[in-house]
């Protein structure tokens, strides 16, 4: 992200308030000169960004991505840092996750870090949100909600939200942390939604109020995987995320692991708990399957390249089905297939499990980065004692066919495909970054073309809605034939609507059924599988 993209008006002075010098380097890089016994900077920001990442200040409330705010000095990055607010509103509260230095002037507390990594790696809200607490196991856990009291039940999230930390502290044998914060903001309307960001001690999740209500299960997914990245990125980490470049790309091959199979555990702890069936585990697993052969670039990007190529997410062009594969869906299905071919080489005595917690353990405690996708194999391979090349050389480094049927049968199971008829628009889109749905193409000799749609065209609503999460998204619900409004944009800022009828196309609809002739191994693999464990040693 360009953190410097929101910057104006930088100013320098003495500590006598003599103006000094300052001159623009780069984007990201101002130079100060003379000043000999240290300085004071002063600069704007223009910070009205709802999400996660960025940062958002209104009269509702004050949320602070501080590496999207704060500058540092290049050579005082590793300096203590102290934290203060002025010109609060009386009735505002703050919450993050920094250690308490003393109160401040303002009335509210100061705060301090180790250094400037610590620092930003702390988020900040500020307004009258509505906040609990509880104590678990010896660690306390903040909930702090900024949204309308109509749009969440606290006591149903406070339930949530414990099942899960204990689920994750459990299955990792671990809890790094005395006290962790959750951050939630549940806006309206395509303004919000921004999903999830993990910190070493928090996690801000933005979620649209609207998705919530159609999608019960958007909320403990994203808590569980944003709580499980404290251990998955923020202490199990890539040598390649090391050190952090505030100003340029730091470059990974490992985002598969790192967001991807994070998915993956995401689901099982949600499983263990009892928040996900095995039914709708089993269905998960399908949908992602079902979506990465969809996309033809499963053939010409691999999961290492996925990764490396993150910062080209930004670009539409990117983001088509024929260019791109994503790192979080292939990842999370790698996840699923290392985990049943772990149990498969072991005889079911070691899982996922124990791979995570052997990097756990000589990564994280240790204080070692892990050498990316070699790193991840050397784990399993310490937890195994087996050579697991032919898994990372094919599928994780290259883009063979996933072995879908051969591992899933370890436990009795089987992918089964249907021929079904989906409804489609009769043109191809992608979404920019205001969340516009732009026509790439149009096919011939489709309603949508008869009606004068062309490349270029902007898709503003679709039935009177925005389109929040893709056409294709949008129509899912709809069947062959039914009639949908569109408002449109054309490339000249005209704006019309017109009607057309949804076509059809034959797609294969994926499924995970029970195979024909179940052993009692492959049973008691598959309950273990998806209790999240290794099975218990044979007799």
Known sequence: RDFAQNVRGVQAWDFNHHPLPVRKIDKTTWHISDAKDGFELEYDIFADQAGPYGAQFNSDHVFLNLAEVLAYATDARRSQVTLAFVNVPSQWHVATALARARQGTSGLPE???DNYDQLVDSPVELGSFRETSFQLGG???????????ADYDMRALEDSVKK??????????????????FIYHFPHGSNGGGGGMEHSYCTTIDLSADRLKMDPLLLPRVTAHEFFHLWNVKRIRPASLEPIDYAHENYTRALWFSEGVTNTVQEILLLRVGILDQKEFLAGVAHEIRALQLRPAHRTQSAEDSSLDAWLEKYSQYRLPERSISYYNKGEILGVLLD??????????KSLREVFQWMNQYYARQSRFFDDSEGVRAAVEAVTGKDFRWFFSAYVAGVEELPYDELLSTVGLKLVQIKTKVPTVGFDSVRDFRRQAWVT??????????AGLV??????????????SGVETSIASMHPGDTVKLKINNNKGVAREIKIKLGSREEDEVSIAETDKVTPQQRARRAAWLAGEAEQPHP
Do not use: C
């Open 139 to 149: 660690a306390t856990y903040r909930i702090v909600v900024h949204a309308d009291a």
């Open 111 to 113: 705060f301090l870090a």
């Open 340 to 349: 049943l071919a772990v149990r498969r080489s072991t005889d079911g005595q």
């Open 441 to 450: 193409a149009v096919d011939p000799g489709s309603d949508a073309q008869k």
């Open 455 to 468: 490349s270029g065209d902007v898709i503003v609503e679709l039935n009177g809605k925005e389109i929040a």
């Open 164 to 181: 899960i930390v204990a689920a994750g502290v459990a299955w990792m044998d671990d809890r790094p942390f005395g006290e962790y914060l």
